[in-house]
């Protein structure tokens, strides 16, 4: 039987006791709280109840604000249902914009709970005609909007401002996917700790319905392709031209952010008076809206790309030069006129209406919501769907009109929400308007036309469904477009959210005052006719709901369409309990944290064959690792191979026993990497080291660089200069690259970075290797110190000689002479006489030069080239200058700067210059 928390400002059973929620209620009420709780899990009833406990305790007055009219008057409804007034009916009241100033004030005055849009607080305080100040809890719904320049963060500022004993509770599922998204909606609102819980937790896992997401993908008609292949030729002409000006860095297919970062460089470029600026500007709008109109078209289909040009044409035609200039070029022109003769050709729309008249013909009963992006796109599927003649369809959009298309009043709104939840209609078509926090029971069906990028998006619009039963949520994904890319982006910031409001939340921490059963001694609950303390019936539903260890199941399940669902998808319960979950305890601690089972046990000895169990295991792990150590081992495969060709017992069979010592430079004491190598048993030697960061033995010395640094030396000029001396320092040199997204770095191109490489491991020989992170790298100086330990162990004493030999050549080269602190050079003698060993041992090969001091370098003469390109580069840039003129520019003047010192006679005696061009060459060169 049903529980029900009974409370002096709540109606009889009107709210469900679900332990959760009276949790919720209790650290809402003891300090300002941002709650994050999972879509359809009864985040209003925590708010009824936080909103009804101020009041009955403290008094005053209670401020819900939402972002939407929609939302405002759901909360009103639900408020009139759920509160006891004590005042008349005017107590409750709503407010939106849509009322008259002087109204609102007055229902203010009489009020004793506001529902209202923050835009009509903030501006209704700031004129005066409402006061803060006797408001003792404000409710911010959809606590994500908190930020920046929102009214939902203004009134929490107002709210702090002016209020005299002020409490703010925060509401959402999803507040960000970055720390800073979270921690600027707490600070915005005065928020001081974090009340989160996902729907696989125990306590709400009873309460959560089943959620199916299911990923459809469909193909592009070839007429849009058609379409947009014109388009894409003059995206890529213009993203060609911003590159030759270096102000695009990137290197393949344009993308919206890639276009943001060129847009930022010539607005800088601006400021610093560059004349080629002005126009680099325009080509980079002009870009941004083939991107977008490229995308549509692809993605979307007709109705949008047509509502896209609509737009475009209206922001003309209101004095927006740009968007005039890109209307009116005939390419475009065309295929707007193009567009409004054309069907809608994109299977987008047929896929849609399918799988809503699939899912009421299963069930007829059934409600099924359907998001767009565009409104062309909702009245296509509304159209539809009235021609299948077995739906009821409901357009739902904002209020504004425009481009033709008629927006909804809030009454309209209100009106249509209602039929659509009496079952009057069946199939609700919104735009992002639906989106945040309608409540529809009976909502089995949600359908993405696309997957949009905002993980808050994402989570809204996938909330409508599976609310109080299990529903289903399609995603259609148009096959080698944005699509999807949108979709991989908002699963990643969904990921990335839970782990940024762990972070905010653990650097909160919890007040050490709290006290629950005082904050919930007004609070019982009826029980079979039994009414008990809330406090009571909380603790005893999480004793009861208390997990098995290990036991945890998703609520969100996604597939993609065409391919069977996992097999565990349906499995019981039961089924999962008789499961044994193989080390549970390190599964279920976090990353990083050493447990019990870590340390040492009074079992007995393992034996050999134990141990090498045990070093196959770590092999097995580091596959990756061992790769590169393969490649390092190539170079003394001559060294060894006397070794391993006798009946001795493989010196590197036993690696892991072997204890080896690591000596660091004092700098890397800062890092975690000591602390690892310590940890697992190394003997660490810390030194000052005049060159690299780890040295191993005598022969290896490894320079460790972050990504970021990397990248920096090789702006500044410094790397070949550092992996020179590297070199010079020992034998066997190494440079560790630590971190990743190495060829995603901003400041440099792809090209450039392979470069770089390429320079180090072929010109130079220098072996690089690559690691995630400081504990990657430990465990690589691990297995690198056991080897060559191993390896020196085996060799045999020519081995050893010619090992010596190796170095004395290195050490006696000049260059290493000055740059080696205490290097000395040997005679020729000595050099001839090791060389004459060498060749006696029989494993001399035949070598040649590759080196001839008397010719150009290879480098020198690369950098010559690059340096030729850029200065063509350079004057292709100017006005009316091609390739060939600038190279004959180039030839005559030699220079640049010769080139800039010119007077006009001097530029006319160049072919293919004449005295118009001339002037403007040098208007340009010259300011």
């Known amino acids: 039987m049903a529980a029900f928390i009974e409370h002096p400002r709540l109606t009889a059973e009107s709210v469900e006791a679900r332990a959760y929620q009276i949790e919720a209620v209790a650290d809402c009420l003891g300090a300002p709280t941002l709650l994050v709780l999972p879509t359809a899990l009864g985040k209003t009833p925590i708010e009824w109840m936080v909103i009804a406990e101020r009041l009955h305790t403290v008094g005053g007055r209670a401020l819900i604000i939402a972002p939407t009219n929609a939302l405002v008057n759901q909360h009103f409804v639900d408020l009139k249902a759920v509160i006891k007034k004590q005042k008349s009916d005017d107590s409750i009241v709503s407010i939106t914009g849509s009322i008259d100033w002087r109204k609102r004030q007055k229902r203010w005055a009489l ?53 005299d004993n002020p409490l703010i509770m925060g509401a959402t599922a999803s507040p960000g ?4 998204q979270v921690e600027e909606v707490c600070n915005r609102l005065g928020l001081k700790r974090i ?57 393949g297919r344009a993308t919206s952010s890639q276009l943001n970062e060129t847009r930022g460089r010539i607005q800088g470029a601006i400021v610093k008076g560059e004349g080629l600026a002005y126009n680099a500007a325009r080509q980079c709008a002009q870009a941004q809206r083939l991107l977008n109109l490229i995308g549509y078209l692809l993605s979307q289909g007709v109705a949008a790309s047509r509502e896209y040009l609509s737009r475009v044409k209206n922001s003309g035609e209101n004095g927006d030069k740009g968007a005039s200039a890109f209307f009116n070029d005939s390419r475009i022109t065309q295929l707007f006129e193009n567009l409004k003769e054309s069907p809608e050709l994109h299977e987008k729309v047929g896929k849609t209406v399918n799988l809503v008249l699939d899912q009421l013909e299963s069930d007829p009963e059934s409600r099924a919501i359907i998001f767009a992006h565009f409104r062309d796109t909702v009245d296509e599927i509304v159209r539809r769907l009235e021609e299948s003649g077995r739906a009821k369809p409901e357009r739902f959009v904002g209020q504004t009109s425009r481009d033709g298309s008629t927006g909804m009043t809030q009454k309209a709104q209100i009106e249509g929400l209602q039929r659509f939840r009496e079952g009057k209609c069946n199939v609700l078509v919104a735009t992002s308007v639906g989106e945040e926090g309608l409540d529809v029971p009976k909502a ?55 782990q940024a409001i762990d972070k905010v939340r653990r650097k909160m921490g919890r007040p050490a005052d709290d006290n629950p059963v005082e904050l919930l001694k007004s609070f019982k609950v009826r029980q079979n006719g039994i009414i008990g303390s809330a406090h009571a019936f909380m603790m005893s539903e999480m004793e009861r709901l208390a997990p098995e260890l290990g036991e945890q199941t998703s609520r969100v399940i996604t597939t993609v369409e065409g391919q069977l669902p996992d097999s565990n998808i349906n499995e019981t319960n039961d089924d999962k309990k008789g499961k044994k979950y193989q080390n549970v305890p390190s599964r279920l601690r976090p990353r990083g944290q050493t447990g019990l089972d870590s340390f040492p046990s009074s079992a007995p ?15 097995d792990q580091d596959l990756d690792l061992n790769e590169n150590l393969a490649k390092m081992a190539v170079r003394a495969a001559e060294d060894i191979v006397q070794a391993l060709t006798t009946d001795a017992v493989d010196p590197l069979a036993h690696e892991a026993d072997i204890p080896c010592r690591i000596v660091i430079d004092h700098r890397e004491l800062n890092t975690s990497i000591a602390a690892t190598l ?7 030697d810390v030194k000052t080291l005049a060159i690299g960061d780890f040295q191993i033995g005598d022969r290896v010395v490894v320079e460790r660089k972050r990504v970021r640094d990397f990248v920096d030396s090789l702006l500044d000029g410094r790397l070949l200069e550092q992996a020179h001396r590297l070199i010079g320092a020992a034998p066997r040199p190494l440079l560790l690259i630590e971190g990743g997204g190495l060829f995603t770095q901003r400041a440099v191109h792809n090209n450039a970075l392979m470069g770089a490489l390429a320079t180090l491991t072929i010109d130079l ?59 000395s050079g040997l005679d020729e003698k000595t050099t001839i006489d090791a060389a004459e060993s060498v060749i006696d041992s029989g494993l001399q090969t035949d070598q040649k030069v590759i080196l001839d001091a008397s010719k150009e370098g290879i480098l020198d003469h690369r950098d010559k080239q690059q340096k030729q390109t850029n200065k063509l580069y350079l004057l292709e840039s100017l006005p009316n200058i091609g390739p060939t003129t600038a190279k004959r520019l ?20 160049v072919t293919g210059i004449g005295p118009a061009s001339a002037r403007t060459i040098l208007e340009v060169l010259r300011g």
């Open 111 to 163: 009020a004793e709970i506001i529902v209202a849009t923050p835009h009509v607080i903030r501006n209704d305080v700031n004129r005066g005609s409402i006061d803060l100040s006797d408001v003792t809890i404000l409710v911010a719904d959809e606590a994500h909007h908190s930020t920046g320049k929102h009214s939902s963060a203004e009134v929490g500022d107002l709210y702090l401002q002016f209020a």
């Open 890 to 909: 180039l030839d005559h003047f030699k220079s640049i700067e010769a080139l800039t010192q010119a007077d006009e006679t001097e530029l006319c005696q």
């Open 605 to 619: 000895t393992p034996t050999i064959k134990d141990e090498q169990e045990s070093a196959d295991n770590i092999d």
């Open 678 to 684: 310590r940890l697992q048993g190394v003997d660490v």
């Open 195 to 251: 009340h989160s819980r996902s729907a696989e937790n125990a306590l709400l896992s009873p309460y959560a319905a089943g959620l199916q997401v299911n990923e459809v993908f469909v193909d592009v008609d070839d007429g849009l392709k058609l379409m947009a292949a014109p388009l894409q030729m003059w995206l890529e002409h213009l993203v060609d031209q911003l590159r030759r000006l270096g102000y695009h860095v990137h290197s």
């Open 177 to 180: 996917s970055t720390r800073e």
């Open 444 to 498: 089995d069906l949600v359908v993405f036309y696309e997957p949009v990028g905002s993980e808050i998006r994402t989570i809204q619009r996938r909330g409508r469904t599976g609310r109080h039963r299990a529903g289903t949520v399609h995603v259609l994904i148009a096959r080698d477009t944005r699509d999807e890319g949108a979709r991989a982006s908002a699963l990643f910031r969904e990921k990335r959210m839970k």
């Open 765 to 823: 020989g220098l072996p690089v290797v690559t690691t995630r992170d400081g504990e990657e790298t430990a465990r690589f100086l691990i297995i690198a110190a056991r080897r060559e330990q191993a390896l020196l162990g085996a060799l045999t004493k020519e081995a050893r000689e010619r090992m010596k030999f190796g170095d004395e050549i290195k050490q006696s080269n000049p260059w290493f002479e000055n740059q080696i602190p205490g290097g």
